[in-house]
């Protein structure tokens, strides 16, 4: 589209005191968008919509699980919780850690829970009962109809801990291991496919941290036991996690994969944001440095695998993200900590992170937002009841809908600036096709101000009503909570014309809409 000069408007906007500059705009946003469903970045794999439950602060005790809640099942486990994780369609759910995992032993959470010792828990300041345990947590999954994926300790823990809680989770043989399982209620293996190879190793805070070389040995060993023990799992290799100064993350990463670029099937990577200097414009930017850091992840991989035998193929898991800084930094022990409060800035932020899972799916095939319940969470309970935080919405919505393949898109939209990016697109958007019914996400950036979008289908044409579905609140700062929701989903339709679809975006907004193609 060419524009005359005096079309066009230079525009200054103030965000928390920064300005921010819209160069070369014409007066009113506008962005035009090409769908050709034929050019697929890879197939969306179900497992990008996993989570996370640790035992850390009420995630678990008090959160999913709660013996003396009359809100709870004969399993302890909270029904209006199990009712609401039902809705995110969790499709992956990682246990037991998390930090905890470095110092956790698989054999005190079996058996008669009366009978299980309670231990000192160094990793957040408590003391684990135990009662909470492999059977617990693998009940729990087959209750939810999920995947289970179990964090091996590589911190304190030894190569046979984890090679036999493979054996007592997966083993159909007749082994001390398996008798054990038997014996505490269990005939059947549970064959659990993903296992992770110890967590945020990388990490001085780690019990049990290690250099790359010296992770890298260790897990080599501890990965071949499992394997061996059974061929079928996959390994999840602990990535970088310390992204801090002085840190070099793809260093660590490169000299892992040195060692396990044959055993490992997945490199893990973690990453939380926040806006403590309330800048909204650069913390609504922050799914740009997720990209820059899948797309090098996935470079150093490729260099990894370059020259080696077979066709091995390791693909990238962010096995914990979210937005987490109001309740970071603090006293992080005991049992109330972290329990942060999401406003609508924050459910916009998860809302591009998982564009950007869907916009890489070629090589992001697991993502596991941290955690479940309470801790850093997208639902909150108390002993009466519960409330979903904003960020729930954006995330069942993705889960429940965006399926299919990844399309790569064109997208030309207007851009702004922030102290971390020179072209930030106001509208961030990604897009998933399966059998004919084709799903746009996106995320109108702008604090105060609609957007406008053509979208142009190239190879098909819009077919019957066009679902809306639209998450946005009253301000960038509203909150739920027990006594009220303004940040919620709401359900509209409106109308395509053959191979076009216009649609208005609201300010500080994330929105899906839903259309069959012909």
């Known amino acids: ?196 190879l110890g967590n945020e190793m990388d990490g001085p805070w780690q019990m049990g941290h290690r250099s790359a070389e010296d992770y890298g040995k260790f897990a080599l060993e501890a990965a071949k036991l499992m394997k061996w023990t059974d061929p079928s799992v996959k390994l999840i290799a602990a990535g970088s996690s310390n992204f801090g100064p002085g840190s070099d993350w793809t260093a660590w990463n490169r000299t892992i994969l040195e060692y396990l670029r044959q055993h490992a099937d997945y490199l893990s990577l973690h990453c939380y944001v926040g806006n403590r200097a309330d800048d909204f414009g650069d913390f609504m930017a922050s799914s740009i440095e997720l990209d820059q850091r899948t797309k090098t992840a996935e470079g150093i991989i490729d260099a990894a695998l370059s020259g080696q035998p077979g066709n091995r193929k390791i693909y990238i898991a962010w096995d914990e993200w979210n937005v987490w800084y109001r309740a970071r930094g603090n006293q992080e022990r005991g049992r109330r900590i972290l329990e942060e409060h999401y406003n609508l800035e924050d459910a916009l932020v998860i809302a591009t992170f998982l564009n950007s899972f869907v916009n890489h799916a070629h090589i992001v095939k697991i993502a596991n937002m941290a955690q479940l319940v309470n801790v850093i969470a997208p639902i909150f309970t108390n002993d009466k009841g519960l409330f979903l935080q904003t960020i729930y919405h954006p995330l069942a919505l993705f889960a429940n809908h965006t399926k299919g393949k990844a399309l790569q898109l064109f997208v030309d939209s207007p851009k702004y600036k922030t102290k971390r990016f020179d072209d930030v697109p106001y509208l961030d958007v990604s897009a998933a096709y399966d059998n004919g019914q084709l799903v746009i996400n996106a995320v109108n950036r702008h604090p105060d101000q609609p957007l406008a979008a053509d979208f142009e289908l190239e190879d098909k044409q819009f077919s019957g009503p066009v679902a809306v579905s639209e998450v946005t609140g009253p301000t960038i700062k509203s909150e739920n909570d027990f006594d009220k929701a303004p940040v919620k989903t709401v359900e509209r339709s409106t109308t395509a014309e053959a191979r076009r679809l216009r649609y208005t975006f609201p300010p500080h907004s994330y929105t899906m809409l839903k259309v069959k193609t012909v």
């Open 1 to 196: 589209m060419k524009l005359s000069r005096r079309n066009f408007a230079l525009t200054t906007l103030t965000m928390a005191g920064a300005p921010y500059i819209l160069r070369g705009q014409p007066a009113g946003l506008r962005a035009r968008i090409k769908i050709d469903t034929e050019r697929v970045i890879g197939d969306i794999d179900p497992m990008i919509y996993g989570n996370f439950i640790e035992h850390l602060g009420r995630c678990i005790d008090d959160g999913i699980f709660n013996e003396k809640s009359p809100l709870s099942d004969a399993n302890g486990f909270r029904k209006d919780v199990l009712e609401a994780v039902r809705k995110l369609n969790v499709t992956l759910l990682r246990w037991p850690g998390g930090n905890f995992s470095s110092n956790y032993n698989w054999r005190d959470g079996i058996g008669p829970r009366d009978q299980r010792p309670p231990r000192l828990e160094m990793a957040w300041g408590t003391v684990e009962s135990n009662r909470f345990g492999t059977h617990e947590f693998l009940n729990y999954v087959e209750t939810l109809g999920t995947q289970p994926y179990i964090c091996a300790n590589l911190g304190t823990g030894t190569w046979t801990e984890a090679q036999q809680w493979v054996e007592y989770c997966n083993s159909a043989e007749d082994t001390a291991m398996t008798r054990l399982r038997r014996q505490n209620g269990r005939r059947d293996p549970w064959k659990v496919k993903l296992w992770g």
